[in-house]
């Protein structure tokens, strides 16, 4: 039931462009972005609650295509301080919740 | 506004022993759910509870319990250690009685060394 994220890993340069994707084989009811540094607690981004619906969270922003049970995450002009491991979370009952596989995301100078 | 707290932050237990973990959540929430993650995983949903009953578990052992107080703090309980249970454990909090009711704000966590 664990969603599948894409890339597993990803290396970008200050500026660039980054998309993450979670797929689940499960009906979705929500889809959540968390950014996870190493040693530290997830850190909530945002939550898609309506399909098709995007969200944004300064240069973040998210989709979630209902039919598809897929989100995707958008970092556009990546900063450093953007590096971390990226998990999408999935519920389908509204009262458990799933992590994804995990994107670990490293932006260089 | 005092976000979710955990205690302690640090514990080192033997094979076998015992251990609880304290979580105390976000002002407003009335939700606590708990999370095992380990070292390079993510996390992994082990309960919820609500109105002090437990709402909802994941695929963990009976030797996991917890339990919810009536200011919305949580314990969890881990019975017999074993040495896999070594783990970050993360508590998260949400309000089921907000709008955006699943919406969750962790804690710094516990980190668990099982020798």
């Known amino acids: 039931q664990q969603p599948v994220q894409s890339p597993q890993a990803v290396i970008l340069r200050e500026g660039e462009d980054a998309v993450i994707n979670c797929s689940s084989s499960k009906a979705l009811y929500s889809v959540h972005w968390y950014r996870q540094k190493h040693g530290e607690a997830p850190v909530f981004l945002m939550i898609?609650?309506?399909?098709?619906e995007q969200k944004g969270h300064e240069k973040i922003s998210a989709s979630f295509n209902e039919k598809k049970q897929q989100s995707s995450l958008y970092l556009t002009a990546s900063q450093l301080s953007y590096s971390g491991t990226y998990f999408c979370?999935?519920?389908?009952?509204?009262?458990?919740?799933?992590f994804g596989t995990g994107t670990s995301l490293t932006v260089i100078p | 506004d005092a976000g979710v707290t955990q205690s302690p932050t640090h514990l080192i237990k033997t094979r076998g022993q015992q251990v609880t973990l304290r979580c105390s959540p976000k002002s407003g929430h009335d939700t606590v759910s708990w999370y095992q993650q380990a070292l390079g995983q993510g996390p992994q949903f082990i309960f919820q509870?609500?109105?002090?009953?437990?709402?909802q578990r994941g695929n963990f052992p009976d030797r996991f319990s917890g339990h919810q107080f009536p200011n919305y703090s949580s314990e969890l309980n881990v019975n017999a250690l074993l040495l896999g249970d070594s783990a970050l454990y993360l508590c998260?909090?949400?309000?089921?009685?907000?709008?955006?009711?699943?919406?969750?704000?962790f804690g710094p966590g516990t980190r668990l060394t099982v020798l």
């Open positions: 898609l609650l309506k399909g098709g």
């Open positions: 509870y609500y109105e002090e009953e437990e709402r």
């Open positions: 979370g999935a519920s389908n009952t509204g009262n458990q919740f799933y």
């Open positions: 998260a909090s949400s309000s089921l009685a907000g709008g955006s009711k699943d919406t969750q704000y």
